[in-house]
Nanobody, 124 residues
Framework: QAQLMESGGGSVQAGGSLRLSCVASKFVNFCMGWSRQAPGKEREGLGVIDYPTRIFYADSVKGRFTISKDSNKNTVFLEMNNLTVEDSAMYYC????????????????????WGQGTQVTVSS
């Protein structure tokens, strides 16, 4: 089972950008995804990337967030632009040992490996 480690979170002003990274202990040619959870809210699936590289986004972040991966570095990225206060949350990377991904809104239940998360705080 792969282990995942997120990084890149931090504090940013509204309108700014952040790039999160998720390093996997094993190769990333599995279904991987990003989700977030704000205090008092349910975890929200943001997007998934399967093998080789089909990417699907939740409507809430489509056009602002971009998922990519560097297989040579076993790393998946989440580029976040035009951030708003509503994007403040703990962001998690996840994986499942299959090449294909379910859609983002059904991916949370399909992932069996999760990182510890990285905090993103957006101020107005």
């Amino acid at each position: 089972q792969a282990q995942l480690m997120e990084s890149g979170g931090g504090s940013v002003q509204a309108g700014g950008s952040l790039r999160l990274s998720c390093v996997a202990s094993k190769f990333v040619n599995f279904c991987m995804g990003w989700s977030r959870q704000a205090p008092g809210k349910e975890r929200e699936g943001l997007g998934v990337i399967d093998y080789p590289t089909r990417i699907f986004y939740a409507d809430s972040v489509k056009g602002r967030f971009t998922i990519s991966k560097d297989s040579n570095k076993n790393t998946v990225f989440l580029e976040m632009n035009n951030l708003t206060v509503e994007d403040s949350a703990m962001y998690y990377c996840a994986a499942r040992p299959y090449a294909t991904c379910p859609p983002p809104d059904r991916a949370l239940a399909a992932f069996d490996t999760w990182g510890q998360g990285t905090q993103v705080t957006v101020s107005s």
